[in-house]
């Protein structure tokens, strides 16, 4: 019974020591991601002339995305800052000298660390998208109010088949806007000196009012065979919803895992039957090939159904690894790769902590901002290489979780052994 209560009084003495930690590091961490949403903010809203409740509101469902980073890494950097602290004041081998095992020392962490995986799991499944979706439904509001949301100065933007280019943007004004569309069998393109953007919310349009206009649009394949307009003055049309269609449209690291496993379903489909496709076309020009053969026909017919038949199988490789469908796998994956890095990297910050030094936490503090710089260029890495290689998804989106962590177990059982 003293054994318990001693062991209770000095799990929540832990606890404590790890909470004060993670709630410091958090804050930090919280505070970094914010001012970047900030400036993100400022560059794209606020010098839009947006009120003060909108740009608020931008921010709030900004949070869930801040805080999927903001949980986990905190919650390594306040295990190695109070660990480091409790070992540069002796704490730790003070309990060791009185018998207390690491597993009783790092127990109330864990299991925090597991309470944080869960909360970092629905903060990202639930929260995550719905705040991506009331963020997107505020922005394409502000858009009608504002048509000149979307466009910077000296920029080139893409909606849909449309490319703007274009020189200063004030306010609703542009200068030297070109706009190329790619919509058409040829490209047609229009360049105006100035141009002012206004909108019809009723009929969701955009109007573009052009000034010295030039329009130039091809008629065939010769390169003179155009047709070539100049005008003083030119009205052009947009609907809203082509605009903001890039806009509305969810990424599949804003949906839920479930949402994400129904579209995972629907392109493994679209890749079976582009399989079955392909199976079926070299299998009849396989007999092409063979009848061929048995006539002993033209030589240069069999060249090219070889090269035809080389071809297809070729694509029937290449659609094996489908980049589309290895995008979602990642999304997939990190979904849960990271939440659960608030277990996996604690057990990676504790055999640094448990080494006697001084000023720990400082110490710790240090170890965990490194970490986690490392953990996030891993997982960018995994993100930006994956489509391109063949490996599965789940290894590459977890390796940071399971490199990470099995260092840090082999330290720690070698360190439980001292």
Same mark, same amino acid.
């Given at each position: 019974?003293?054994?318990?209560?001693?062991?209770?009084?000095?799990?929540?003495?832990?606890?404590?020591?790890?909470?004060?930690?993670?709630?410091?590091?958090?804050?930090?961490?919280?505070?970094?991601?914010?001012?970047?949403?900030?400036?993100?903010?400022?560059?794209n809203?606020?010098?839009?002339?947006?009120?003060?409740l909108?740009?608020?509101?931008?921010?709030?469902?900004?949070?869930?995305?801040?805080?999927?980073?903001?949980?986990?890494?905190?919650?390594?950097?306040?295990?190695?800052?109070?660990?480091?602290?409790?070992?540069?004041?002796?704490?730790?081998?003070?309990?060791?000298?009185? @018998?207390?095992?690491?597993?009783?020392?790092?127990?109330?962490?864990?299991?925090?660390?597991?309470?944080?995986?869960?909360?970092?799991?629905?903060?990202?499944?639930?929260?995550?998208p719905?705040?991506?979706?009331?963020?997107?439904? &505020?922005?394409?509001?502000?858009?009608?109010?504002?048509?000149?949301?979307?466009?910077?100065?000296?920029?080139?933007?893409?909606?849909?088949?449309? !490319?703007?280019?274009?020189?200063?943007?004030?306010?609703?004004?542009?200068?030297?806007?070109?706009?190329?569309?790619?919509?058409?069998?040829?490209?047609?393109?229009?360049?105006?000196?100035?141009?002012?953007?206004?909108?019809?919310?009723?009929?969701?349009?955009?109007?573009?009012?052009?000034?010295s206009?030039?329009?130039?649009?091809?008629?065939?394949?010769?390169?003179?065979?155009?047709?070539?307009?100049?005008?003083?003055?030119?009205?052009?049309?947009?609907?809203?919803?082509?605009?903001?269609?890039n806009?509305?449209?969810?990424?599949?690291?804003?949906?839920?895992?479930?949402?994400?496993?129904?579209?995972?379903?629907?392109k493994?489909?679209?890749?079976?039957?582009?399989?079955?496709?392909?199976?079926?076309? !070299?299998?009849?020009?396989?007999?092409?090939? !063979?009848?061929?053969?048995?006539?002993?026909?033209?030589?240069?017919?069999?060249?090219?159904?070889?090269?035809?038949?080389?071809?297809?199988?070729?694509?029937?490789?290449?659609?094996?690894?489908?980049?589309?469908?290895?995008?979602?796998?990642l999304?997939?994956?990190?979904?849960?790769?990271?939440?659960?890095?608030?277990?996996?990297?604690?057990?990676?910050?504790?055999p640094?902590?448990?080494?006697?030094?001084?000023?720990?936490?400082?110490?710790?503090?240090?170890?965990?901002?490194?970490?986690?710089?490392?953990?996030?260029f891993?997982?960018?890495?995994?993100?930006?290489? @994956?489509?391109? !290689?063949t490996?599965?998804?789940f &290894?590459?989106?977890?390796?940071?979780?399971?490199?990470?962590f099995?260092?840090?177990?082999?330290?720690?059982?070698?360190?439980?052994?001292?």
């Amino acid at each position: 019974m003293k054994n318990e209560h001693r062991n209770h009084t000095l799990h929540v003495y832990i606890l404590r020591e790890y909470a004060f930690s993670f709630v410091i590091s958090f804050l930090f961490f919280f505070f970094i991601f914010f001012i970047n949403q900030i400036l993100l903010v400022a560059r794209n809203i606020l010098l839009k002339n947006v009120s003060a409740l909108d740009m608020f509101l931008i921010l709030l469902y900004s949070i869930p995305i801040i805080l999927s980073y903001s949980i986990p890494f905190a919650s390594m950097t306040g295990a190695t800052m109070a660990l480091g602290d409790l070992s540069s004041r002796n704490e730790i081998q003070a309990m060791r000298t009185s @018998g207390i095992s690491y597993r009783s020392i790092i127990t109330p962490i864990v299991i925090f660390s597991m309470v944080l995986t869960g909360m970092s799991f629905v903060l990202n499944d639930v929260f995550l998208p719905l705040g991506t979706i009331r963020y997107k439904a &505020l922005y394409r509001e502000l858009l009608y109010e504002n048509p000149g949301l979307d466009l910077e100065s000296y920029s080139v933007a893409r909606f849909n088949d449309l !490319i703007f280019v274009n020189g200063q943007v004030d306010d609703n004004s542009i200068e030297n806007l070109l706009i190329i569309d790619t919509g058409q069998k040829e490209v047609d393109m229009i360049s105006s000196k100035v141009a002012s953007l206004s909108s019809d919310d009723d009929q969701q349009l955009i109007s573009l009012s052009l000034s010295s206009v030039q329009s130039l649009s091809p008629k065939g394949s010769g390169a003179l065979d155009y047709d070539y307009a100049v005008a003083e003055r030119m009205d052009y049309f947009l609907q809203l919803k082509d605009i903001s269609f890039n806009l509305m449209s969810v990424a599949p690291n804003e949906k839920s895992l479930r949402d994400l496993n129904t579209d995972l379903r629907l392109k493994r489909q679209e890749v079976r039957e582009q399989q079955e496709t392909l199976d079926t076309s !070299i299998e009849e020009l396989g007999y092409s090939i !063979i009848s061929n053969y048995r006539l002993d026909a033209y030589d240069l017919a069999r060249r090219d159904y070889r090269s035809s038949y080389q071809q297809l199988l070729d694509r029937r490789e290449t659609s094996l690894f489908s980049k589309t469908l290895q995008y979602y796998l990642l999304e997939f994956y990190k979904k849960t790769a990271l939440p659960f890095a608030c277990f996996f990297l604690v057990f990676f910050a504790m055999p640094f902590s448990l080494i006697p030094m001084k000023n720990g936490r400082l110490v710790g503090f240090t170890v965990g901002i490194i970490t986690s710089v490392a953990y996030w260029f891993m997982l960018f890495a995994g993100q930006t290489l @994956g489509t391109r !290689i063949t490996l599965h998804p789940f &290894l590459i989106m977890w390796a940071p979780n399971l490199l990470l962590f099995s260092f840090g177990i082999i330290f720690l059982s070698r360190r439980m052994r001292t």
